[in-house]
């Protein structure tokens, strides 16, 4: 059974850094992508960055320059670092994990911007 546990949200003030991780409960090195997806109150989730298997990242054109994904296979673990943080980037933080044709989610992680 794939799980995956996200951490590190929380409050931080306008132009500040949150890294956030997510670790599953199998290896994400055979997994065929690794995202992060926001949801803000009374919105659709959306897609933030995503790591494909082969390595190539994609962002959403709010976040480009200012958030990194990454991953640690040996740690089967995925990142966000958030720099220069909005107070638009305020949500819930979702990880998604697509294998073997399944969508996986966590249980998602807060995230606040604000002064």
């Known amino acids: 059974q794939v799980q995956l546990v996200e951490s590190g949200g929380g409050l931080v003030q306008p132009g500040g850094s949150l890294r956030l991780s997510c670790a599953a409960s199998v290896s994400i090195f055979s997994s065929n992508a690794m995202g992060w997806y926001r949801q803000a109150p009374e919105k659709e989730r959306e897609l933030v960055a995503v790591?494909?298997?082969?390595?190539?990242?994609n962002y959403a054109d709010s976040v480009k320059g200012r958030f990194t994904i990454s991953r640690d296979n040996a740690k089967n673990t995925v990142y966000l670092q958030m720099n220069s943080l909005k107070p638009e980037d305020t949500a819930v933080y979702y990880c998604?994990?697509?294998?073997?044709?399944?969508?996986?989610w966590g249980q998602g992680t807060q995230v606040t911007v604000s002064s």
């Open positions: 790591v494909i298997s082969d390595g190539n990242r």
């Open positions: 998604k994990m697509v294998r073997y044709g399944y969508n996986y």
